[in-house]
């Protein structure tokens, strides 16, 4: 089998090839080429992006054996030039020898082996066989992988027989079932060999730069994110950025900024509930009020007030067996609301009018025999609801 253009020389971003076969399947048409310059997803690096003459190539996978390239519209058989989104592929490459690095060290100075790697679109994760990790070993990991970068060690890649596998000295999560023929081999100088079909860089040094991000557990092991290579500088703009914002909104230094949040958040609970203390005494004075009201209902109207307000205030004017049907409304920053209570001892269809009510009001609302309560799209109409409920209690009285 022929090894691709993509494993021979992982920089090359342009190639001459042949269109050998076009066709369509469930992910859309797609492109087998005499050679190919761009990775297909696998070993958990993402395929790569690019063009096939002026025909941008969405995806690539290995399918029955060939490399088919998807491609936004279908081709034509023919020569074209294989162009690769360089910038994404170099991104992988940074972000895929970092990953062999953290594992190698892992496993030779913390003795724990990664069972799996994700490249992520923002950050990327292995999973290492360790129930939990101390911040002094994620610190020691990262120091480790920072020296090693600096130390510009050689990467490199070569096809070996199978057999050279079994001296032990390799790193390998073993090979695909059925496989067959000989294994790649990707090497950093005097830290790791393992096997592997991805893109690498030639030397440490331009992975740039390794940040350990944090852990989760999982099933018995621990998940590490990571970022590398020039995503640490997108990540580190976004941190200084919200940073920046936040030093704004508090008014504050970098430093101080959680101390300023904790203290405000503090002081905005207590306020919180001051505020509820001083509506229930609100709701209970307000009640006693109105049951003294004078009419043949009892109706009034709270700005600034909510639907619980409402409720607190007619579950005090029970207590109290205020015995005239009342109409409630109220509008807050979330809304208008209106409840409808029938009074104690009371015949009144309190479905009935409160459906009348809330189609007054443009709004819907449901509650219980004794009481209905809803949301009101406007209390425009708040006159005429106050004189149907004063009707119905006439006629229910008469
Ligand atoms: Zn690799």
């Not at 300023?260 to 002081?267: F, N």
């Not at 509650?367 to 119905?392: C, M």
Request: aromatic share 4%; proline share 2%; hydrophobic share 40%.
């Amino acid at each position: 089998m022929m090894i691709a253009a993509f494993e021979r020389e992982p920089y090359l971003r342009e190639l001459e090839v042949k269109v050998t076969a076009v066709a369509e399947d469930d992910a859309g048409p797609y492109a087998v080429l005499s050679d190919t310059v761009l990775y297909p997803e696998g070993g958990g690096q993402p395929a790569d992006h690019g063009y096939l003459g002026a025909i941008q190539i969405v995806a690539v996978q290995r399918v029955d054996g060939e490399i088919r390239h998807y491609l936004q519209v279908a081709a034509a058989t023919g020569p074209a030039t294989l162009t690769l989104d360089w910038e994404r592929r170099f991104d992988h490459m940074q972000q895929h020898t970092a990953q062999h690095l953290i594992t190698a060290i892992a496993a030779d100075e913390l003795g724990w082996e990664t069972t799996s790697f994700h490249l992520g679109a923002r950050s990327s994760d292995i999973e290492l066989d360790v129930e939990s990790i101390l911040d002094a070993d994620l610190r020691t990991l990262e120091e480790r992988a920072a020296a090693v970068i600096h130390e510009a060690r050689a990467v490199t890649a070569r096809r070996a027989a199978p057999e050279e596998l079994a001296g032990g000295a390799i790193r390998s999560r073993g090979l695909p079932a059925g496989h067959e023929g000989d294994v790649r081999l990707v090497e950093i100088a005097g830290i790791d060999c393992n096997t592997c079909g991805g893109t690498h860089v030639a030397t440490t040094a331009e992975i740039g730069a390794i940040k350990l991000l944090g852990t989760e557990r999982l099933r018995g092991g621990t998940r590490l994110h990571w970022v590398a290579g020039a995503r640490v500088r997108t990540l580190l703009a976004a941190h200084e950025t919200r940073a920046a914002a936040l030093r704004a909104i508090f008014e504050t230094s970098d430093d101080e900024v959680l101390h300023v949040i904790d203290s405000k958040l503090a002081r905005l609970q207590h306020a919180e509930r001051r505020i509820k203390r001083l509506s229930a005494a609100l709701a209970e004075e307000t009640a006693r009020r109105l049951d003294s009201s004078a009419g043949i209902i009892v109706e009034a109207h709270f700005d600034g007030a909510d639907a619980q307000f409402l409720q607190s205030l007619v579950r005090h004017m029970t207590a109290l067996g205020t015995s005239r049907a009342c109409l409630l409304t109220a509008t807050s920053d979330s809304g208008s609301f209106f409840a409808l209570h029938r009074g104690a001892d009371s015949e009144l269809d309190l479905e009935t009018v409160g459906g009348q009510t809330a189609n007054l009001f443009n709004g819907r609302g449901g509650g219980s025999a004794d009481l209905f309560q809803g949301k009101a799209g406007s209390l425009e109409r708040r006159p005429e609801a106050v004189s149907l409920l004063e009707d119905a209690i006439g006629g229910s009285s008469r």
